[in-house]
């Protein structure tokens, strides 16, 4: 059965801390590999899509990479603005995104 | 360019009663997508069209959920009759193509089942 994981459940950080969130996978057919953020209230907001192991992208303070398993999605240096629940999603052949239940990461100043 | 929109942002209704909640795709964009997170569960899938057409629906949960895309342009997910299970946020998505595009999301309609 399709299986999108997230870790932790939830991170907290001070300013400045670098970290990483897990997202692991099985699912036959992928596609594509997307990371989304979502604030309180409202729908998730794209971040990144990922197609196949060994790709990188970035934007700003964030880089999302993956694996034939598992993707990461590296923040340096994070600001309280950074603070919000990530979201991994997988697409399979069909379109639709298998989701994972998230990380919610909280930024102290 | 206007995002996906929904409406409502909220609806609060008795068991038994019946729900229309509606989604707005951006422009263009044929493939709309309906997904549902009840409480304390991830996002799942509900179903896909492209244009006015069901392209996947295997993510409806029984036959009290009907969606409709009349025309290819705005779509419509009815409950009826609401059950307290139902309560949950109702997003909505579309993409441009389907074929790994990006799926943008609306800011979902949250269903309260009293």
């Known amino acids: 059965e399709d299986q999108v994981t997230q870790s932790p459940e939830a991170l907290r950080l001070q300013e400045g801390e670098s970290s990483s969130l897990n997202c692991s996978y099985t699912?036959?057919?992928?596609?594509?590999l997307f990371w989304y953020r979502q604030d309180p209230g409202k729908g998730p907001e794209f971040l990144f899509t990922?197609?196949?192991a060994g790709e990188e992208k970035e934007k700003e303070r964030l880089k999302a990479t993956l694996t034939k398993k598992e993707s990461f999605l590296h923040i340096t240096a994070p600001k309280p603005e950074d603070s919000a629940t990530y979201l991994c999603?997988?697409?399979?052949?069909?379109?639709?995104?298998?989701f994972g239940a998230g990380t919610i990461l909280r930024v102290k100043s | 360019e206007a995002g996906v929109t929904q409406f409502p942002s909220h609806s609060v209704i008795e068991k038994g009663q019946t729900v229309t909640l509606r989604c707005d795709p951006i422009?263009?964009?044929?493939?709309l997508y309906w997904y549902r997170r009840v409480m304390g569960k991830e996002i799942k899938f509900l179903l896909h069209?492209?244009?006015?057409?069901?392209?996947?629906e295997s993510g409806m949960p029984n036959n009290r959920f009907l969606a409709e895309r009349t025309g290819g342009t705005y779509s419509t997910l009815k409950v009826q009759p609401a059950e307290l299970e139902d309560s949950g946020v109702y997003f909505c998505?579309?993409?441009?193509?389907?074929?790994?595009?990006?799926?943008?999301f609306g800011p979902g309609t949250r269903l309260t089942v009293l």
């Open positions: 998505a579309s993409s441009q193509d389907a074929l790994v595009d990006t799926q943008y």
């Open positions: 699912v036959s057919g992928l596609r594509g």
């Open positions: 990922l197609y196949s």
């Open positions: 999603a997988v697409q399979k052949y069909g379109n639709k995104l298998v």
């Open positions: 422009s263009g964009h044929d493939n």
């Open positions: 069209f492209v244009k006015e057409s069901k392209q996947d």
